[in-house]
């Protein structure tokens, strides 16, 4: 009883933590909305522990743990995907402002020249 107290109590920070990042603009509500379910699902394992057991026995697991880990495993393959998708998505938007901005350049300094 008293390691799922810790738990529960390490995982509402967890969610307190994030709701100030959040608040505090440091974080985007599109990336706060997964750690926000962690964190209460975290919760939830924490307040009824059999819950895993039941679901480990439920997929067919042996050992609970196994299951927790394979899903944390996932999600964190996951989050690694979405925020590949991201960096290749913003790389694609530099690569055409700073395109953007040497065409401005460059018209500028014609422009330039064909004053002075």
């Known amino acids: 009883m008293r390691g799922s107290i810790f738990f529960i109590v390490i995982a509402v920070c967890i969610i307190l933590g994030i709701l100030l990042l959040l608040r505090s603009r440091r974080l ?5 909305a997964l ?5 209460v699902i975290s919760i939830v394992l924490a307040a009824w522990p059999g819950l895993l057991n039941w679901a480990a026995r439920l997929v067919g697991v042996q050992v609970a743990s196994n299951l927790l880990f394979t899903l944390a495993i996932l999600l964190l393959l996951g989050v690694c995907l979405h925020l590949s998708l991201e960096v290749s998505s913003q790389e694609d938007k530099i690569r055409r402002l700073a395109e953007e901005a040497a ?4 018209k500028l300094e014609q422009l330039d020249d064909e004053r002075g």
Not at 28 to 32: G, I, P, R, S, T
Not at 103 to 106: K, L, S, V
């Open 28 to 32: 985007k509500e599109k990336y706060a």
């Open 103 to 106: 065409i401005a350049r460059q």
């Open 35 to 39: 750690w926000v379910i962690v964190g």
